[in-house]
């Protein structure tokens, strides 16, 4: 901590065909191609037990998103009135952590490839972590 | 971004009777006790639309946890074998981020009483976002 803030550092990055924020998916269940997790080597102990076939969530940090928003219209609809951000899952927000439920289809060493993950590519991940309830968590 | 790492500012704190981590819960629905979510008058406009009665996911700064961590005993039960991290909830982990689904009982400005959190009193809150779920998602 320095002066009331709080220092992330990414454990790995998105690889997706997903590099245009305007045409990707608003959530991972509406169309997202497969994805890879491609994490740094230096933090491979801690995935050693996670296993293909079974759903995480992934936090990653938008970086191509604003911080300075406080309302927007809903899915970027501007037919629809605004709304305050954190009623939303607006990428846009004061600390933009986004929250994925995908589902790991393999794993190579330090590589995932996943499902329904709407994530840019090259999107910073930040933290993984096991669903708690399977089935119904997302 | 600062050479490729990220700022997260608090957006408010948690104001909890629980303030030992050794007796603390360790899920929100393990007996938690009803707790504050106070937030900065400065995001209070990214409040304005969230409702009593409702849940909400609630991202924090886990402040007193280890970011040195890789492997754990699930739990914290040394009888359990040691598991990689990104396999549990616990707190020690590279950004100790929390993901906590709670209950919104009611609001007071920028005060919020809820139920089910089972983070520690003063714990920085860094992002609320709505279920997309509802009844099942945590």
Redesign the interface.
């Known amino acids: 901590?320095t002066d009331?803030?709080?220092?992330?550092?990414?454990?790995g990055w998105v690889e997706s065909p997903l590099v245009d924020p305007a045409t990707a998916p608003k959530?991972g269940d509406e169309g997202a191609p497969e994805a890879y997790l491609v994490f740094d080597q230096g933090?491979a102990?801690?995935?050693?037990?996670?296993q293909p076939g079974t759903d995480?969530?992934v936090?990653t940090?938008l970086?191509r998103a604003r911080r300075d928003v406080?309302?927007v219209h809903p899915r970027g609809d501007e037919a629809r009135p605004q709304?305050?951000?954190?009623?939303?899952?607006s990428p846009h927000?004061?600390?933009p952590?986004g929250?994925h439920r995908v589902t790991i289809l393999s794993i190579d060493g330090t590589r995932m490839r996943v499902r329904n993950l709407e994530a840019l590519d090259a999107t910073?991940i930040?933290?993984?972590?096991?669903v708690?309830?399977p089935g119904?968590?997302?």
Chains 1, 2 share one sequence.
């Open positions: 901590m009331g803030q709080y220092v992330v550092v990414p454990i959530q933090i102990e801690g995935l050693r037990d996670l995480v969530i936090l940090w970086d406080l309302v709304t305050s951000v954190f009623n939303t899952r927000r004061p600390n952590i929250l910073p930040v933290d993984v972590k096991p708690l309830d119904v968590e997302r």
